[in-house]
């Protein structure tokens, strides 16, 4: 996809506030750090449209993006480690699980883990939920600029043994060098244009 516009919309905390369902809707999701608001600026060529910080846990709402007028990106709040205050990291299970199981113009949900990690529990609950909804995931391992070429290949193949997938179906991406940037729109481009 040729980007011509990336815009904020909007932060919700439930579905009144989501905007109307009428595009179709990428959400991305993964623990918290992992790189996600780097990712979606890398994914639409802006370099701030999505705030990023080296603090845990910032994105404490579903933020809604409209890209070129013909979907909406979803930033999810990460899981797992955040320093966010406890009643406030309380209320984002129900929250993400809510637009999830029941946003109609959800096409798919981009989990993003880091490169350098083991997947663990919550990255394997989610997939299974999302398949057992028929969401289809698309799995990226970020932040490969870290990490040497064959560091990056034996990470993969330990992640997607963990997961109990090949290791083609993760995509090994880079916000800073790119890496992984035509693959991942490839993989997105399916959903989007088949909902339009």
Known sequence: MIITSAEFVISAAGPAQYPPAELPEVAFAGRSNVGKSSLINTLVNRRRLVKTSSTPGRTQLLNFFR??????????????????????RK????????????????????????????PGQEEQQLIDWLN?????????????????????????????????????????????????????????????????
């Open 132 to 196: 057992g909804r028929g969401i289809p995931p698309v799995l990226v391992l970020t932040k490969t600029d870290k990490l040497s070429k064959t560091r990056r290949i034996s990470q993969r193949r330990i992640a997607a043994q963990t997961l109990g997938l090949a290791p083609e179906g993760l995509t090994l991406f880079s916000s800073k060098t790119r890496e992984g940037l035509a693959d991942l729109w490839r993989l997105l481009d399916r959903f989007i244009e088949a909902s339009t």
């Open 91 to 118: 209320k984002w299970g129900p929250m993400i699980e809510h637009y999830l199981a029941n946003r109609t113009t959800l096409k798919s949900v981009v989990l993003i883990m880091d490169v350098r990690r083991t």
């Open 67 to 88: 890209i070129n007028a013909a979907c909406h990106f979803v930033d999810l709040p990460g899981f797992g480690y955040a320093r966010a205050p406890a009643h406030v």
